[in-house]
């Protein structure tokens, strides 16, 4: 299995630009989600999905948009690029939706928005 | 809402010494407290994971103790390895609550010196 798969690994922009990140996983789990994490403040949650068409909001979610049409894909779209977005992005999924779950992470994506 | 601060952010020991990371939470009611360990160009990954109903829990060099009153979990990590040194995240949530719940620590960055 190739667990959680993130694309591209490092990406370029300049303010403005619009992208897409991509996120899959052969799991099966029904929880996704997306962090991003900046030096000095950890993990922080930008949407999460707790299965296919459904999606919602976590603790930073402006200026990113998500949609959920599989079980196995959750993109993650910058509408227009600011340099307050570089950052490393990370993708998880989980088996539980609601109560303990283990998160698995892919190994992210480096942006940097000029 | 639940809020864990985590120190110290970067800690250097000697191989063969043994480190300690220390995280507070805020919100009395969370009861389950994972540990996350990212190595270098890596996702984070889930080492070791307490809830509240212990008070303690050891995976070989690793354990984590847990202060209920105090509102405060620490990793302990004994006969340190040069493959412990990574980035360690604790995190804090309540176990009946999804994955989207849990908060995360700034991180704390481990140096293993040969």
């Known amino acids: 299995n190739a667990g959680v798969t993130q694309t591209p690994k490092f990406q370029v922009l300049k303010t403005g630009q619009s992208m897409t990140l991509q996120c899959a996983q052969d799991?099966?789990?029904?929880?996704m989600s997306w962090y991003r994490q900046d030096p000095g403040m950890g993990l922080r949650l930008i949407h999460y999905?707790?299965?296919?068409?459904?999606?919602d909001q976590g603790e930073v979610p402006n200026g990113y948009n998500v949609s959920r049409s599989t079980t196995e894909d959750f993109p993650l779209r910058l509408l227009s690029a600011a340099p307050s977005q570089t950052s490393v992005y990370f993708c998880?999924?989980?088996?539980?939706?609601?109560?303990?779950?283990?998160?698995?992470f892919g190994e992210g994506s480096r942006l940097t928005v000029l | 809402g639940e809020n864990v601060e985590q120190h110290p952010s970067t800690l250097s020991v000697q191989e063969g010494d043994s480190a300690v990371i220390k995280c507070t939470y805020s919100?009395?009611?969370?009861?389950?407290f994972p540990w996350y360990k990212q190595e270098l160009g890596k996702g984070p990954q889930l080492i070791i994971d307490i809830r509240s109903n212990v008070g303690e829990k050891k995976d070989q060099r690793i354990a984590v103790t847990l202060n209920k009153t105090a509102k405060h979990f620490s990793l302990h990590i004994t006969e340190t390895q040069p493959e412990d040194s990574a980035v360690y995240f604790c995190?804090?949530?309540?176990?009946?609550?999804?994955?989207?719940?849990?908060?995360f620590g700034q991180g704390t960055r481990l140096t293993i010196n040969p």
């Open positions: 995190a804090a949530s309540k176990a009946s609550q999804g994955a989207q719940k849990l908060v």
């Open positions: 799991m099966n789990h029904e929880y």
């Open positions: 919100d009395s009611a969370s009861n389950y």
């Open positions: 999905s707790v299965g296919a068409g459904i999606t």
């Open positions: 998880a999924s989980s088996p539980r939706v609601g109560g303990l779950g283990e998160l698995f």
